[in-house]
């Protein structure tokens, strides 16, 4: 079994790769070029130094990371058998992809693997445009920029911004943090003399100049923010938790705040239902902040942080979800029982019983009602067809009937509770949420005793003052002119 031996190119200038690296590649053999695209290759050539380029993995895919991948396994065959040695530009470790993978396969294989550097572009960049990097900075591909958490307070280098489709992908996803007229600078060929060039632009202005190619990087220093994000509202909730904070924020508990969470949670609900966006918006972030309060007053007590939810989150999402992050497959209707199966697991539960306890007993009784009968119905508890479910309707309302003309009221209570279960017990049969179909009753009910009263009072009358049957007459008139 061979070894392999990465070697670093530098930014491109032939003074800037390193002894080590040079006297290498002047010395070996089976030398391998990502690519020959690199300004320092013309020289290497005319040192007689022989080399094979793997430029032409680029041209059998146009997925780059399929073509990463396929490099690096081809550099593993190879190794399997020689020594060889691996050049790419600039630093190994430094915004090349190829390395990593190599660096796994041959850690698993157990093939030996060195690292010989030369100067990283960011080197060379930080150089050409006189910044010191002990300020911070972050590096990102521009192919993975979408994916990445753009901090504006860091000073951002981006890779990769081959050409004017790049860059405007590029600038698309930047305006979400900065704004459109935030200077930003293209940096061509750095480190590489008679080449090297900078170009300070408008962030809206990225895409209009034509000077992109292989050797194209992009550096935003850092600066104020456009927008703020989670880590902000942490932040601000912290201080108005501090010393020199809100005095009504500071005494918050955890049980103070039980209201708050239900009360911001209908809110949200009234502004989908509006469908208004605005106000959605402004509701969600109200949710948010209940969620962030929380967090604070649990970091502060020792017991857990927003890092720490977060975490438990992505964890159940991804246990619960094995169709999508692992190897299962089944359909949406496996998917509600084996959803249920999955949280009895994590719950440690035994039994379906443990379940249904487990719904939270202050969600309001339709809710809860409609829950219990879910879950019940997963294990084959329910009714055949919905003809037994109008009979058991029927029969729970003459019971209703019976109790009364008794005058039992404990009776009347029990055989209520009874009828409104099997009135749930039909909506999920029909697939109506009962929650929602008795709010929009109660609002038809409201528009309608709304006009009653109206049409009253251009009469000069109150509603005091009038017959049932005059009420009447109006309520059958609103109920052509509302829904």
Known sequence: MGSITIVGLGPGDYDLISHGAYKLLKEGKNIYFRTKKHPIVENLIKENIEFKSLDYFYEKENDFEKVYDNISKFIMKEARTNDIIYAVPGHPRVAENTVEIIEKYAHNEGIKLNIIPSMSFVDAMFNFLGVDPVHGFKLVDAFKLSKEKIDTNSNL???????????SEVKLNLMDYYNDDEYVYIVKGAGIKDIEEKHKVKLYELDRLDKFDYLTSIYIPKTSKKYYDVFDLEEIM?????????????????????????????????????DDLEEMIEELGDILLQVIFHCQIGKEEGYFDLREVSAKICEKLIYRHPHVFGEENFNEEEFNKKWEELKKEEKGEKTVTESLERIPKHLPSLIKSNKVQKKAALVGFDWDNIDDVYKKIEEEYKEVIDAHRHGNIQYIEEEIGDLLFSIVNLSRFLNIDPEQALNNTTKKFIKRFSFIENSALKTGKKLEEMTLEEMDDLWNKSKKITN
């Open 157 to 167: 280098i981006i890779t990769q911004v081959y050409d004017k489709f790049i860059a």
């Open 238 to 274: 912290e201080k108005l938790r501090g010393e020199n904070g809100c005095s009504w924020d500071k005494k918050q508990t955890h049980e103070s705040l039980k209201p708050y969470v239900i009360e911001e949670a209908y809110e949200l609900v009234e502004a989908i239902e509006k």
